[in-house]
């Protein structure tokens, strides 16, 4: 299986920036997908970005043209980088891997880190 642990969250202004990372561990060899997903107090969880290992990616509306999902293979870390900070970006961000091709497929599925906190004030 996989370890995920997120960092980079914090409080910033709005129209600022983060830097969020995720450094995964384990069986790392069998991520095929890796993204970003958000949940607000009050709201349900929403995907926020997602990049494949082919490479496309995908984001929600709210977010695109401000943040970016990339990812380190060699060290095996995924990034999300926020840029224009909202009020409304406020939220718990919880990076994830989907796993497949492992042992007897034991192991397939998805992952989740702990989350970290992202407060944008106005």
């Known amino acids: 299986q996989v370890q995920l642990v997120e960092s980079g969250g914090g409080l910033v202004q709005a129209g600022g920036s983060l830097r969020l990372s995720c450094a995964a561990s384990g069986s790392i060899f069998n991520i095929v997908a890796t993204g970003w997903y958000r949940q607000a107090p009050g709201k349900q969880r929403e995907l ?34 926020m840029n224009s900070l909202k009020p409304e970006d406020t939220a718990v961000y919880y990076c994830y891997a989907k ?7 034991s192991f397939d599925g998805d992952y989740w880190g702990q989350g970290t906190q992202v407060t944008v004030s106005s």
């Open 48 to 81: 926020v970005a997602a990049l494949a290992n082919v490479g496309t990616t995908n984001y929600a509306n709210s977010v695109k043209g401000r943040f970016t999902i990339s990812r380190d293979s060699a060290e095996n870390t995924v990034y999300l980088q």
């Open 99 to 105: 796993l497949r091709g492992t042992n007897r497929g």
